[in-house]
């Protein structure tokens, strides 16, 4: 696996953020918890299969350049990266956890290879948070948004990446460890100084153009 690490690798989140925040794109921050929930039936803390639209649990937004919203049992999360570029809403819990292993399921309706899917945890406010993200290029990064900054931590090139048909991917965000996988192949890791607890979630984007629409199903969290 051939390995690009920056500790001062950079990216302005610029005004589209501003302006997305602004309109509640990416919902409201959810402050830390004290006690996380009691796990259930194997260690899950959290679980959702995108079958009850009303549950309310999460931040459903509809326009023109940004969709977060059911759609026949998945969660569909779409971004005009023709317009936004670079950009990646996502959908987020309302609940905070700490010490989390998440998993989910992905498929790509449409976008370009370097359209990614992202694995958020930690978000302890607007823009303050841990992510994993992998694309269709076998680029993969880890990185810790504060403010307007964007630091890529992580950068693994040449690793196996999303394919097309349904992918499994995991982020385990355990103390600074943060360890993410695709299809059961570690493709990137690092130590993050970052937030202890936050809201976790899930995002498709981050291209530099296209229309990026890609479906989310069978989102888990677990306590390691």
């Known amino acids: 696996m051939t390995a690009r690490i920056s500790r001062s690798h950079y990216f302005v989140l610029g005004m589209l953020m501003l302006v997305m925040l602004s309109c509640g794109l990416l919902g409201a921050p959810q402050p830390p918890v004290?006690?996380?929930?009691?796990?259930?039936?194997?260690?899950?803390?959290?679980?959702?299969?995108?079958?009850?639209?009303?549950?309310g649990i999460w931040n459903v937004n509809q326009s023109d350049s940004i969709v977060r919203e059911y759609v026949d049992g998945e969660f569909r999360a779409f971004v005009n990266n023709d317009e936004f570029s670079y950009s990646y809403p996502p959908a987020l819990t309302q609940q905070g956890f700490g010490d989390v292993r998440i998993e989910v399921d992905v498929r790509r309706v449409s976008g370009t290879d370097d359209a990614s899917a992202y694995l958020l945890c930690r978000r302890a406010a607007e823009r303050?948070?841990?992510?994993?993200?992998?694309?269709?290029?076998?680029?993969a990064r880890i990185g810790l948004v504060t403010g307007d900054l964007q630091e890529i931590l992580a950068d693994e090139e040449g690793i196996a990446g999303l394919q097309e048909g349904v992918n499994h991917l995991r982020l385990d965000c355990m103390g600074n460890a943060?360890?993410?996988?695709?299809?059961g192949n570690l493709v990137a890791s690092m130590?993050?100084?970052?937030?202890?607890?936050?809201?976790?979630?899930?995002?498709?984007?981050?291209?530099?153009?296209?229309?990026?629409?890609?479906?989310?199903?069978?989102?888990?969290?677990?306590?390691?």
Not at 178 to 183: F, G, V
């Open 191 to 224: 130590e993050v100084d970052g937030p202890e607890q936050g809201a976790v979630g899930f995002a498709s984007g981050g291209a530099g153009a296209g229309q990026t629409d890609f479906r989310f199903d069978n989102f888990i969290v677990y306590k390691p």
């Open 34 to 55: 004290e006690n996380e929930a009691a796990p259930g039936a194997e260690g899950i803390l959290f679980q959702d299969d995108f079958s009850n639209p009303a549950s």
């Open 128 to 139: 303050q948070y841990i992510f994993g993200d992998v694309d269709f290029e076998g680029e």
């Open 178 to 183: 943060i360890s993410l996988y695709a299809n």
